[in-house]
């Protein structure tokens, strides 16, 4: 199984649209994880037209997208539960320690956040907490990303692209 990764797309304020490298790599995932910030429901509808779609809100998203998505999911694929959340419910603006806390009491492989648009893939008490960074608003990185997970025989796997 291979997901496609994102999250602070942004979109339209930050970018125009998913950058084409993202696409062209999404083409081939059989499931795509947005950690929030979309803020155009349309960008579901855009990568859906790749493979399904697994998404939650940020705090920049509207009232609408915050009802529609929700704040955090897990999800089950094949026994590795994967949570999702954007990163910004919790104390201070620490994503990763938010992105901890708010799956602290659930039995979890792998948790996808954002918020920071600052990369990040480790592994954390055996739980890979993962945010791809930003292909649309890189902030202060060098580099725009997205990520790409891998679950093979009940393990997960993340790596970060740079571009």
């Known amino acids: 199984m291979t997901i496609g990764v994102v999250s602070d797309t942004h979109i339209p304020s930050r970018g125009k649209a998913i950058p084409d490298i993202v696409l ?9 994880i947005h950690a929030g910030d979309l803020l155009k429901d ?3 509808y855009e ?8 998404a939650v809100a940020g705090n920049n998203d509207d009232l609408f997208m915050q009802d529609k998505l929700g704040k955090k999911k897990i999800i089950d694929i094949g026994g590795v539960k994967i949570g999702i959340t954007h990163g910004h419910i919790g104390y201070g603006g620490n ?4 992105a901890i806390n708010i799956f602290k009491n659930d039995s979890v492989n792998c948790v996808v ?3 920071s648009h600052i990369p990040y893939n480790e592994e954390i008490d055996g739980v890979l907490f993962f945010n791809p960074g930003s292909p ?6 060098p580099h725009y990303s997205y990520g790409i997970i891998k679950i093979k025989d009940k393990r997960v796997s993340g790596q970060i692209i740079f571009f």
């Not at 062209?24 to 795509?32: L, P, Q, Y």
């Not at 994503?95 to 938010?98: F, G, I, W, Y």
């Not at 649309?136 to 990185?141: A, G, S, V």
């Open 24 to 32: 062209k790599e999404f083409r081939s995932v059989d499931m795509i």
């Open 42 to 44: 349309y960008v579901v």
């Open 47 to 54: 990568l859906e037209e790749l493979a399904p779609v697994h």
């Open 95 to 98: 994503a990763l320690k938010n």
């Open 113 to 115: 956040f954002g918020h």
């Open 136 to 141: 649309t608003d890189k902030r202060r990185q």
